[in-house]
């Protein structure tokens, strides 16, 4: 069985394709999962939605407006990253063209694999832009604070290939153009100078 199809893309729009190695962990996963881990994955992953971490930052930002000045920094800067990361992965999908791997399996939604967004919006992952982002913000908490978040970072990029929602290179891309974002974002923002 071809895992990976090829159905017709948008016009002016680069089209990527995934690493054998990705087609690989996908039918394993085809292979193997079940309705409890996919309806698992499908419940954690809201963590890295968008409105839920728009939610999140915008909340911190007003519960910091009269703490000391820099929590007030590090709130505006988690709120402005947040933002563009909401934002990046609409323009760049907008651009770029790969099937998720959720569309190239019929045996996989037997053993319940929910099929996810556009069906040309594999790449790259929003979910782990918008993680990669926070998570290299995290860089500045206190070490157990930080690999909290990285932990917790880890489990929630891992949902999209586990739901085929995204190949794993997708998740990977994901989460270095939205550590690249945040390290840009620290310029605009001042985040991480001590002043």
């Known amino acids: ?37 996919e309806n698992l994955s499908s419940i954690i992953t809201w963590g890295a939605d968008g409105h839920f971490l728009t939610a999140l930052a915008v909340g911190w930002w007003l519960w ?5 000045p820099g929590q007030r920094r590090a709130s505006d800067h988690v709120l402005l990253t947040t933002l563009a990361a909401i934002a990046l992965p609409h323009l760049l999908k907008t651009q770029f063209d790969q099937v998720r791997p959720d569309r190239c399996t019929v045996r996989g939604h037997l053993h319940g694999i929910p099929l996810s967004g556009k069906a040309l919006d594999a790449f790259p992952s ?70």
């Open 1 to 37: 069985m071809a895992f990976y199809d090829r159905r017709p893309v948008r016009s002016m729009a680069i089209r990527v394709h995934p690493l054998s190695a990705d087609i690989e962990l996908a039918r394993a996963i085809t292979r193997n999962t079940r309705p409890l881990p």
């Open 64 to 68: 910091s407006r009269f703490k000391p």
């Open 126 to 195: 929003g979910h782990a832009l918008h993680v990669g982002a926070l998570a290299s913000a995290a860089t500045e908490l206190p070490r157990a604070k930080r690999n909290l978040v990285w932990a917790l970072s880890a489990v929630l990029v891992s949902t999209g290939i586990i739901l085929l929602a995204h190949w794993a290179s997708d998740v990977v891309a994901g989460l270095a153009i939205g550590a690249l974002l945040e390290r840009v974002m620290r310029r605009l923002s001042g985040f991480g100078r001590t002043r």
